[in-house]
């Protein structure tokens, strides 16, 4: 009887031990192959976003309409980079300034079954003024999101010469990405514009995002005449179909929403010598404003 009872709590035992191996010790009906892998990444300084989607990368074999469940089991090196998962999109995100290396580890599970993948990745560094030229390309060809990186490694280099046209650029990328959450880069504009009071494109975004975010425009017709007064010919540096008509066209806009319609017109007359309009007429208002969506169409 003794051995029987011996014989049962090893039993048990066994079974308990079986039951908490389980995710390390499987049965053939419980493995289910999980496929999939991210290649490492090495590059120099400046990109400043890798971003994945997990679907196309881990598959369960011969389970197309099953997929595994992911997350970053491990980042070796937080002060080189970020690493995660957001609505099954993994965003790596190498901090400006760092170089080294890291890996990230991602782990996949499907039931009791998990597989980890491991990647490196290794960042080697470029000099302030290399970042600042392949920031300046990148925004001169649209690719906003590399400028925007670059822009940000000259800042954070530290490079004096530069920064304030390094602001400026950070601002302008934001602008045309749409980045609310950065304040569409009015911050950085007045960063650039405290470093140099005579960065005139600064000075001109600030006008144009005045009018078309802050509703602030008073300031947008100030800057916008401060950047014409420092440079009546204005020419973004960067993007030259960027000019005075379209500061004078801003300007112009925030006139009228001030209803400072009577300098509304004088400003319109500045980008069309052969306009008139009877400021006494009943519908000057709504003149002004048809020619004002005519200048927009003009220039957009």
Do not use: W
């Not at 991210?38 to 197309?64: A, H, Q, R, T």
């Not at 970042?131 to 490694?153: C, I, P, Q, W």
Request: aromatic share 10%; net charge negative; charged share 25%.
């Amino acid at each position: 009887m003794k051995r029987n009872l011996l014989s049962i709590v090893a039993l048990l035992a066994l079974i308990s031990i079986s039951y908490s191996c389980k995710k390390t010790i499987v049965s053939n009906n419980d493995i289910r192959d999980i496929t999939g892998s991210i290649k490492d990444i090495s590059s120099e300084e400046g990109v400043g976003e890798y971003i994945y989607n997990l679907d196309d990368i881990y598959k369960i074999k011969d389970e197309p309409n099953v997929l595994p469940e992911n997350e970053v089991y491990n980042n070796s090196n937080p002060v080189l980079l970020s690493a995660e998962i957001i609505d099954r999109v993994l965003y790596v995100r190498i901090n400006a300034g760092q170089t080294g290396s890291g890996q990230v580890t991602i782990r996949s599970r499907s039931g009791s079954v998990y597989r980890d993948d491991t990647f490196k990745i290794t960042i080697t560094a470029i000099s302030a003024a290399e970042a600042m030229t392949r920031a300046v390309n990148y925004f001169k060809t649209g690719d906003y999101a590399l400028a925007e990186s670059h822009f940000e490694l000259v800042i954070a280099k530290n490079a004096s010469a530069s920064l304030s046209d390094a602001y400026m650029g950070l601002g302008f990328s934001r602008m045309r990405l749409g980045k609310e959450e950065d304040s569409y880069g009015y911050n950085d504009l007045k960063t650039s514009r405290g470093l140099n009071p005579s960065n005139v494109d600064a000075i001109a975004g600030l006008s144009l995002l005045d009018y078309a975010i802050n509703e602030d425009y008073t300031k947008a017709i100030s800057y916008g005449r401060e950047t014409l007064n420092k440079a009546g010919e204005f020419v973004f540096r960067y993007d030259e179909k960027l000019d005075k008509n379209d500061i004078l066209l801003n300007i112009a806009l925030s006139q009228y929403a001030a209803q400072l319609f009577d300098d509304c017109l004088a400003t319109i007359q500045q980008l069309d010598a052969t306009y008139t309009a009877d400021t006494s007429a009943g519908d000057f208002k709504t003149q002004l404003f048809e020619k004002l969506q005519e200048l927009v169409d003009m220039y957009k």
